[in-house]
């Protein structure tokens, strides 16, 4: 499994080793030993399965007072990945980062705790898995505005989007509850 840096020091992609043949392919999705010698939290509590349609925009989520790193993969379909950072005392508040994940690509995105994630479905349909560092808590449950002009992210389409009612009302990066 190899670790590559993205355009912010704290978000990584995780390109896996694949072992394929003519029956099919093998890869480890986490080795605890890689994030541990990397300085990543090793111990996860919690596996999330998702499904969506395509168009669906789900997020920008985060969890205030039990924040969670996430490692996602997408194992069906295309998503188009992002991770924003919602740290005020980073040096690179607001800063984010967007990534393709894909069943054919196979690669998975750590999103740190203190980061806002959410994703696009660009296939008919895309099935996201992902660890968490942290229980779901939904007292402690945000969402930030997925089109702040703020963070202004490049989505790979920005109509005909399907969207709940939380995230189409979620507050902007000037008016949401953050992390110090």
């Not at 896996?16 to 392919?25: I, L």
């Not at 996860?44 to 998702?50: E, I, P, T, Y």
Request: with cysteine.
């Amino acid at each position: 499994m190899q670790l590559i840096a993205t355009s912010h020091p704290d978000v990584l992609v995780l390109q896996p080793q694949v072992h394929g043949d003519h029956r099919g392919f093998f890869l480890e999705t986490f080795r605890s030993s890689v994030f541990a010698a990397s300085g990543l939290p090793d111990v996860f509590v919690q596996d999330n399965h998702s499904k969506s349609g395509a168009g669906i925009l789900r997020g920008l989520h985060y969890q205030v007072r039990q924040p969670q790193g996430k490692l996602v993969r997408c194992i069906s379909g295309e998503v188009f990945d992002v991770a924003v950072d919602i740290r005020k005392s980073s040096p690179n508040f607001g800063q984010w980062v967007g990534v393709h994940l894909s069943a054919d690509n196979k690669l998975a995105l750590w999103v740190p705790p203190g980061f806002a994630h959410g994703f696009l479905v660009l296939s008919a349909s895309a099935e996201i898995t992902y660890k968490c560092t942290t229980y779901y808590a939904p007292e402690h449950d945000r969402s930030l505005r997925w089109n702040d002009p703020d963070l202004n992210i490049a989505w790979p389409r920005t109509s005909e989007l399907v969207l709940s009612d939380k995230d189409r009302l979620a507050p902007s990066l000037q008016l949401a509850e953050l992390f110090p």
